[in-house]
Protein backbone atom coordinates (compact mmCIF):
# COMPACT_ATOMS: atom_id res chain seq x y z
CA UNK A 1 0.00 0.00 0.00
CA UNK A 2 1.33 3.21 -1.10
CA UNK A 3 1.02 6.20 1.63
CA UNK A 4 1.05 9.87 1.08
CA UNK A 5 4.06 11.17 2.69
CA UNK A 6 3.51 13.26 5.89
CA UNK A 7 4.08 16.84 5.89
CA UNK A 8 6.65 17.82 8.81
CA UNK A 9 3.58 20.40 10.29
CA UNK A 10 0.55 19.69 12.43
CA UNK A 11 -1.25 16.51 11.36
CA UNK A 12 -1.69 15.02 15.09
CA UNK A 13 -4.14 15.89 17.28
CA UNK A 14 -4.07 15.75 21.16
CA UNK A 15 -6.98 16.43 23.63
CA UNK A 16 -5.45 18.65 26.55
CA UNK A 17 -7.90 17.77 29.48
CA UNK A 18 -11.16 16.31 30.48
CA UNK A 19 -14.06 18.63 29.14
CA UNK A 20 -17.10 16.21 28.90
CA UNK A 21 -19.04 19.24 27.21
CA UNK A 22 -20.48 18.09 23.87
CA UNK A 23 -17.89 20.47 21.78
CA UNK A 24 -14.24 20.58 23.03
CA UNK A 25 -11.31 22.71 20.57
CA UNK A 26 -8.41 20.31 19.97
CA UNK A 27 -5.45 20.90 20.31
CA UNK A 28 -3.39 21.07 17.09
CA UNK A 29 0.32 18.61 17.81
CA UNK A 30 3.32 17.76 15.94
CA UNK A 31 4.00 14.48 14.07
CA UNK A 32 5.35 11.80 15.94
CA UNK A 33 8.61 12.18 14.28
CA UNK A 34 8.44 15.41 15.87
CA UNK A 35 8.15 14.00 19.21
CA UNK A 36 4.53 14.69 20.16
CA UNK A 37 4.18 14.85 24.05
CA UNK A 38 1.18 11.98 24.84
CA UNK A 39 2.34 12.77 28.47
CA UNK A 40 -1.24 15.20 28.62
CA UNK A 41 -4.33 13.65 29.71
CA UNK A 42 -6.91 12.96 26.94
CA UNK A 43 -5.80 11.18 23.75
CA UNK A 44 -4.51 11.33 20.00
CA UNK A 45 -5.79 11.36 16.46
CA UNK A 46 -3.94 11.01 13.50
CA UNK A 47 -5.28 11.97 10.13
CA UNK A 48 -5.88 8.80 7.50
CA UNK A 49 -3.09 7.27 5.11
CA UNK A 50 -4.56 9.43 2.33
CA UNK A 51 -5.12 12.39 3.73
CA UNK A 52 -4.02 15.33 1.73
CA UNK A 53 -4.19 18.17 4.12
CA UNK A 54 -1.24 20.31 3.99
CA UNK A 55 -2.40 23.06 6.48
CA UNK A 56 -4.79 22.86 9.62
CA UNK A 57 -6.60 25.63 10.95
CA UNK A 58 -9.07 24.40 13.41
CA UNK A 59 -9.73 20.98 15.26
CA UNK A 60 -12.84 20.15 17.73
CA UNK A 61 -14.62 17.35 19.46
CA UNK A 62 -18.68 16.55 19.31
CA UNK A 63 -19.51 13.65 21.04
CA UNK A 64 -17.73 10.69 19.16
CA UNK A 65 -16.70 12.66 15.92
CA UNK A 66 -13.02 14.45 15.61
CA UNK A 67 -13.81 17.02 13.02
CA UNK A 68 -10.70 18.67 11.34
CA UNK A 69 -10.85 22.27 9.29
CA UNK A 70 -7.92 22.42 6.50
CA UNK A 71 -6.78 23.21 3.36
CA UNK A 72 -5.66 20.67 0.61
CA UNK A 73 -3.98 22.88 -2.34
CA UNK A 74 -6.34 25.47 -2.86
CA UNK A 75 -9.24 23.91 -1.23
CA UNK A 76 -11.17 24.04 1.77
CA UNK A 77 -10.92 19.95 2.81
CA UNK A 78 -12.81 19.16 6.38
CA UNK A 79 -12.48 15.78 7.58
CA UNK A 80 -14.56 13.73 10.49
CA UNK A 81 -12.55 11.15 12.52
CA UNK A 82 -14.51 8.31 14.55
CA UNK A 83 -13.24 9.52 17.80
CA UNK A 84 -13.36 6.04 19.49
CA UNK A 85 -12.06 4.19 16.48
CA UNK A 86 -9.30 6.95 15.19
CA UNK A 87 -10.52 5.67 11.87
CA UNK A 88 -11.52 8.48 8.91
CA UNK A 89 -15.24 8.65 8.21
CA UNK A 90 -15.22 11.41 6.07
CA UNK A 91 -13.19 13.56 4.08
CA UNK A 92 -15.02 16.80 1.71
CA UNK A 93 -14.22 19.65 0.11
CA UNK A 94 -15.82 22.89 1.98
CA UNK A 95 -14.91 26.39 2.04
CA UNK A 96 -15.09 28.79 5.58
CA UNK A 97 -16.24 25.81 7.09
CA UNK A 98 -17.74 26.64 11.61
CA UNK A 99 -19.29 24.14 13.90
CA UNK A 100 -21.88 25.23 16.46
CA UNK A 101 -22.32 24.17 20.01
CA UNK A 102 -25.06 21.48 18.88
CA UNK A 103 -22.89 19.69 16.37
CA UNK A 104 -23.89 21.95 13.05
CA UNK A 105 -21.15 21.88 10.56
CA UNK A 106 -21.89 25.02 8.07
CA UNK A 107 -19.67 26.04 4.85
CA UNK A 108 -19.85 26.96 1.38
CA UNK A 109 -19.84 24.54 -1.19
CA UNK A 110 -16.90 24.01 -2.72
CA UNK A 111 -16.96 25.48 -6.28
CA UNK A 112 -14.19 24.35 -8.40
CA UNK A 113 -13.98 27.60 -10.47
CA UNK A 114 -14.20 29.85 -7.66
CA UNK A 115 -11.49 32.46 -9.02
CA UNK A 116 -13.82 33.08 -12.00
CA UNK A 117 -16.62 35.57 -10.93
CA UNK A 118 -18.54 35.24 -14.18
CA UNK A 119 -19.42 31.49 -13.29
CA UNK A 120 -19.28 31.22 -9.56
CA UNK A 121 -22.77 30.77 -7.83
CA UNK A 122 -21.80 29.80 -4.23
CA UNK A 123 -24.32 28.55 -1.79
CA UNK A 124 -24.33 27.29 2.41
CA UNK A 125 -24.83 23.27 3.44
CA UNK A 126 -25.22 22.06 6.59
CA UNK A 127 -23.97 19.00 7.64
CA UNK A 128 -25.43 17.74 11.54
CA UNK A 129 -23.25 15.10 13.48
CA UNK A 130 -26.22 14.50 15.74
CA UNK A 131 -27.24 12.45 12.19
CA UNK A 132 -25.51 9.80 10.43
CA UNK A 133 -22.06 10.73 9.40
CA UNK A 134 -21.93 9.02 5.68
CA UNK A 135 -18.81 7.52 4.93
CA UNK A 136 -16.49 8.90 2.17
CA UNK A 137 -12.69 8.35 2.48
CA UNK A 138 -10.03 7.84 -0.26
CA UNK A 139 -8.94 4.81 -1.21
CA UNK A 140 -5.57 5.52 -2.85
CA UNK A 141 -3.34 8.48 -3.07
CA UNK A 142 -4.71 11.83 -4.00
CA UNK A 143 -8.25 9.99 -4.57
CA UNK A 144 -11.31 12.06 -5.19
CA UNK A 145 -13.29 14.14 -2.47
CA UNK A 146 -16.42 14.24 -1.41
CA UNK A 147 -18.35 17.52 -2.60
CA UNK A 148 -22.00 16.82 -1.76
CA UNK A 149 -21.72 16.44 1.66
CA UNK A 150 -24.90 17.67 3.41
CA UNK A 151 -28.07 19.60 2.69
CA UNK A 152 -28.19 22.64 0.81
CA UNK A 153 -29.71 25.61 3.16
CA UNK A 154 -29.12 28.66 1.06
CA UNK A 155 -30.12 29.58 -1.16
CA UNK A 156 -33.58 27.13 -0.57
CA UNK A 157 -34.65 27.39 -3.96
CA UNK A 158 -32.70 27.92 -7.73
CA UNK A 159 -32.70 31.51 -9.08
CA UNK A 160 -32.69 31.72 -12.60
CA UNK A 161 -30.23 33.97 -14.06
CA UNK A 162 -28.98 34.96 -10.59
CA UNK A 163 -25.74 33.97 -9.28
CA UNK A 164 -24.99 34.28 -5.58
CA UNK A 165 -21.65 35.39 -3.90
CA UNK A 166 -21.87 34.68 -0.11
CA UNK A 167 -19.10 37.15 1.20
CA UNK A 168 -19.96 36.61 4.76
CA UNK A 169 -22.18 34.29 7.29
CA UNK A 170 -21.72 33.28 11.20
CA UNK A 171 -24.22 31.87 13.87
CA UNK A 172 -25.39 33.99 16.67
CA UNK A 173 -27.43 33.45 20.28
CA UNK A 174 -25.94 30.40 20.83
CA UNK A 175 -25.39 28.79 17.42
CA UNK A 176 -29.37 29.07 17.09
CA UNK A 177 -29.00 31.24 14.14
CA UNK A 178 -26.94 31.78 11.02
CA UNK A 179 -26.96 35.51 9.67
CA UNK A 180 -25.32 35.42 6.03
CA UNK A 181 -24.51 38.14 3.15
CA UNK A 182 -25.26 37.38 -0.27
CA UNK A 183 -24.06 39.31 -3.04
CA UNK A 184 -26.17 38.72 -5.73
CA UNK A 185 -24.69 39.07 -9.55
CA UNK A 186 -27.74 41.40 -10.54
CA UNK A 187 -26.06 44.00 -7.99
CA UNK A 188 -28.24 43.47 -5.35
CA UNK A 189 -27.15 42.93 -1.52
CA UNK A 190 -29.08 40.51 0.34
CA UNK A 191 -29.08 40.20 4.08
CA UNK A 192 -29.90 36.74 5.67
CA UNK A 193 -30.98 35.08 8.94
CA UNK A 194 -32.37 31.45 9.63
CA UNK A 195 -33.00 29.83 12.51
CA UNK A 196 -30.88 26.57 12.88
CA UNK A 197 -30.79 24.00 12.25
CA UNK A 198 -31.83 24.91 9.28
CA UNK A 199 -32.77 21.15 7.31
CA UNK A 200 -35.92 21.02 9.75
CA UNK A 201 -37.87 23.73 7.72
CA UNK A 202 -37.01 26.66 9.79
CA UNK A 203 -37.98 29.75 9.44
CA UNK A 204 -36.07 32.59 7.31
CA UNK A 205 -35.79 35.45 6.53
CA UNK A 206 -34.29 37.17 3.90
CA UNK A 207 -34.10 41.40 2.82
CA UNK A 208 -32.31 42.18 -0.60
CA UNK A 209 -32.13 45.65 -1.26
CA UNK A 210 -29.62 48.12 -4.02
CA UNK A 211 -26.14 49.06 -3.33
CA UNK A 212 -27.62 52.51 -3.50
CA UNK A 213 -28.91 51.83 0.40
CA UNK A 214 -25.53 51.62 1.30
CA UNK A 215 -23.86 54.73 -0.57
CA UNK A 216 -22.41 52.88 -3.91
CA UNK A 217 -23.65 52.44 -7.10
CA UNK A 218 -21.95 48.95 -7.39
CA UNK A 219 -20.52 47.05 -4.37
CA UNK A 220 -19.49 44.03 -6.46
CA UNK A 221 -16.12 43.02 -5.13
CA UNK A 222 -15.16 42.06 -8.22
CA UNK A 223 -15.85 44.88 -10.11
CA UNK A 224 -12.58 47.08 -10.78
CA UNK A 225 -15.01 49.86 -12.03
CA UNK A 226 -17.29 49.94 -8.73
CA UNK A 227 -17.66 52.65 -6.35
CA UNK A 228 -17.73 50.53 -3.26
CA UNK A 229 -16.89 47.46 -1.21
CA UNK A 230 -18.31 45.41 1.36
CA UNK A 231 -15.33 45.55 4.16
CA UNK A 232 -17.32 43.18 7.04
CA UNK A 233 -20.31 41.84 7.76
CA UNK A 234 -20.15 41.21 11.74
CA UNK A 235 -21.99 41.00 15.14
CA UNK A 236 -20.13 43.02 17.42
CA UNK A 237 -19.30 42.47 21.02
CA UNK A 238 -22.49 44.19 22.24
CA UNK A 239 -24.61 41.71 20.33
CA UNK A 240 -25.58 44.35 17.30
CA UNK A 241 -24.58 43.29 13.69
CA UNK A 242 -22.45 45.77 11.91
CA UNK A 243 -22.07 46.24 8.33
CA UNK A 244 -19.38 47.93 6.85
CA UNK A 245 -19.02 49.83 3.69
CA UNK A 246 -15.87 51.18 1.62
CA UNK A 247 -17.27 54.14 -0.54
CA UNK A 248 -16.29 56.98 -2.67
CA UNK A 249 -13.08 55.12 -4.92
CA UNK A 250 -12.97 52.70 -2.05
CA UNK A 251 -11.58 55.43 0.50
CA UNK A 252 -14.05 56.28 2.79
CA UNK A 253 -15.57 53.48 5.08
CA UNK A 254 -19.28 53.95 6.50
CA UNK A 255 -20.85 51.53 9.41
CA UNK A 256 -24.39 50.50 9.46
CA UNK A 257 -26.18 48.27 12.36
CA UNK A 258 -28.37 45.85 10.76
CA UNK A 259 -31.48 45.13 12.76
CA UNK A 260 -31.19 41.44 13.66
CA UNK A 261 -35.38 41.09 13.21
CA UNK A 262 -36.02 43.30 9.91
CA UNK A 263 -32.49 43.33 8.16
CA UNK A 264 -33.10 46.91 8.10
CA UNK A 265 -29.87 48.96 8.04
CA UNK A 266 -29.32 52.17 9.75
CA UNK A 267 -26.08 54.39 9.11
CA UNK A 268 -24.18 54.84 12.16
CA UNK A 269 -22.56 58.50 12.57
CA UNK A 270 -18.60 58.80 13.25
CA UNK A 271 -19.44 60.00 16.55
CA UNK A 272 -21.33 56.83 17.41
CA UNK A 273 -18.97 54.67 16.01
CA UNK A 274 -15.83 56.51 17.54
CA UNK A 275 -17.90 57.00 21.13
CA UNK A 276 -18.05 53.16 20.48
CA UNK A 277 -14.57 52.29 19.81
CA UNK A 278 -13.29 54.19 22.83
CA UNK A 279 -15.49 52.95 25.29
CA UNK A 280 -14.72 49.61 24.57
CA UNK A 281 -12.25 47.56 27.17
CA UNK A 282 -10.96 44.33 27.14
CA UNK A 283 -11.67 42.11 29.70
CA UNK A 284 -8.19 41.52 31.72
CA UNK A 285 -8.41 45.31 32.05
CA UNK A 286 -11.93 45.21 33.21
CA UNK A 287 -12.10 43.05 35.53
CA UNK A 288 -9.38 44.65 37.45
CA UNK A 289 -11.68 46.92 38.80
CA UNK A 290 -14.43 44.35 40.10
CA UNK A 291 -15.14 45.58 43.47
CA UNK A 292 -18.27 42.75 44.24
CA UNK A 293 -18.65 39.46 42.82
CA UNK A 294 -21.87 36.93 42.74
CA UNK A 295 -21.62 33.73 41.26
CA UNK A 296 -24.73 31.80 39.94
CA UNK A 297 -25.88 28.97 41.70
CA UNK A 298 -24.61 26.04 39.87
CA UNK A 299 -26.55 23.45 41.54
CA UNK A 300 -29.92 25.05 40.02
CA UNK A 301 -32.05 22.90 37.89
CA UNK A 302 -31.24 25.29 35.43
CA UNK A 303 -27.61 25.21 35.10
CA UNK A 304 -26.75 21.41 36.66
CA UNK A 305 -26.69 20.30 33.10
CA UNK A 306 -24.81 23.35 31.61
CA UNK A 307 -21.63 22.89 33.81
CA UNK A 308 -19.34 22.36 31.06
CA UNK A 309 -20.87 24.70 28.24
CA UNK A 310 -18.96 27.78 26.59
CA UNK A 311 -20.59 31.20 27.18
CA UNK A 312 -19.65 34.15 26.11
CA UNK A 313 -21.29 37.32 28.58
CA UNK A 314 -20.91 41.12 27.30
CA UNK A 315 -21.83 43.92 29.94
CA UNK A 316 -22.36 47.07 29.55
CA UNK A 317 -21.23 49.05 32.83
CA UNK A 318 -23.02 52.75 33.74
CA UNK A 319 -20.61 55.56 34.98
CA UNK A 320 -21.34 54.41 38.94
CA UNK A 321 -19.81 51.18 37.85
CA UNK A 322 -23.17 48.69 37.65
CA UNK A 323 -23.42 46.27 35.01
CA UNK A 324 -26.53 48.11 33.52
CA UNK A 325 -27.22 45.24 30.52
CA UNK A 326 -25.74 41.96 30.39
CA UNK A 327 -26.21 39.60 27.33
CA UNK A 328 -24.83 35.95 27.48
CA UNK A 329 -24.60 33.50 24.46
CA UNK A 330 -24.41 29.87 23.91
CA UNK A 331 -27.04 28.73 26.28
CA UNK A 332 -30.70 28.24 26.38
CA UNK A 333 -32.60 31.15 27.79
CA UNK A 334 -33.89 29.31 30.69
CA UNK A 335 -29.86 28.39 31.38
CA UNK A 336 -28.72 31.81 30.11
CA UNK A 337 -31.22 33.90 32.37
CA UNK A 338 -29.65 32.91 36.25
CA UNK A 339 -26.27 33.36 34.76
CA UNK A 340 -27.11 37.31 33.36
CA UNK A 341 -28.92 37.66 36.84
CA UNK A 342 -25.53 37.09 38.43
CA UNK A 343 -23.81 39.07 36.50
CA UNK A 344 -25.95 42.32 36.81
CA UNK A 345 -25.06 42.07 40.71
CA UNK A 346 -21.73 42.82 40.01
CA UNK A 347 -20.09 46.24 40.90
CA UNK A 348 -17.35 47.77 39.59
CA UNK A 349 -14.75 50.74 39.76
CA UNK A 350 -16.26 53.65 37.86
CA UNK A 351 -14.28 54.10 34.65
CA UNK A 352 -12.70 57.20 34.42
CA UNK A 353 -12.21 59.43 30.98
CA UNK A 354 -10.63 62.90 30.84
CA UNK A 355 -11.67 63.03 35.14
CA UNK A 356 -15.08 61.86 34.64
CA UNK A 357 -16.99 58.74 34.74
CA UNK A 358 -17.99 57.28 31.04
CA UNK A 359 -20.05 54.09 30.28
CA UNK A 360 -17.69 51.10 28.86
CA UNK A 361 -18.67 47.91 27.38
CA UNK A 362 -16.48 44.54 27.71
CA UNK A 363 -16.78 40.74 27.15
CA UNK A 364 -15.23 37.63 28.38
CA UNK A 365 -15.81 33.89 27.59
CA UNK A 366 -16.23 31.27 30.29
CA UNK A 367 -17.44 27.45 30.69
CA UNK A 368 -20.51 28.07 33.19
CA UNK A 369 -19.18 25.63 35.53
CA UNK A 370 -16.21 28.16 36.08
CA UNK A 371 -18.02 30.79 37.07
CA UNK A 372 -17.54 30.10 40.41
CA UNK A 373 -14.99 32.65 40.43
CA UNK A 374 -14.36 35.81 38.03
CA UNK A 375 -13.10 34.24 34.59
Not at 61 to 90: P, S
Request: hydrophobic content about 40%; aromatic content about 8%; overall charge negative.
Amino acid sequence: MTRLPKVAFALALTLTGQDSSPLQRLTIGKTPTDKLNFSEPGRTWNLGPFNRTTEISAAYRYKNDVVIFGFVERAGLTTIIDAATGEEQLEFLSWEPLITSNGLILFKRFYPASADYTVVDESIAELDLKGTVPHDVPSEPYGKHADDVGATIYPRAPTTDVRHYVRFFFTADGGTLLFALDQLSSGEVCLVRMQLPATSGSAMKQRCVAPETFGAHSLAFYDSAGDGSIENFVENNSGSLTLTVETESRSVDRSFQIDKNSLEAAELSNEVIDRVRALTVSWPVAKQGLITFVAPDLKSKDLSVHLQDAIKAVLIIDTAGNVREATVSGLPSSAAGPVKAAILKWKFKPTMLDGAPVEVSTAFSSSVGGLTRLP
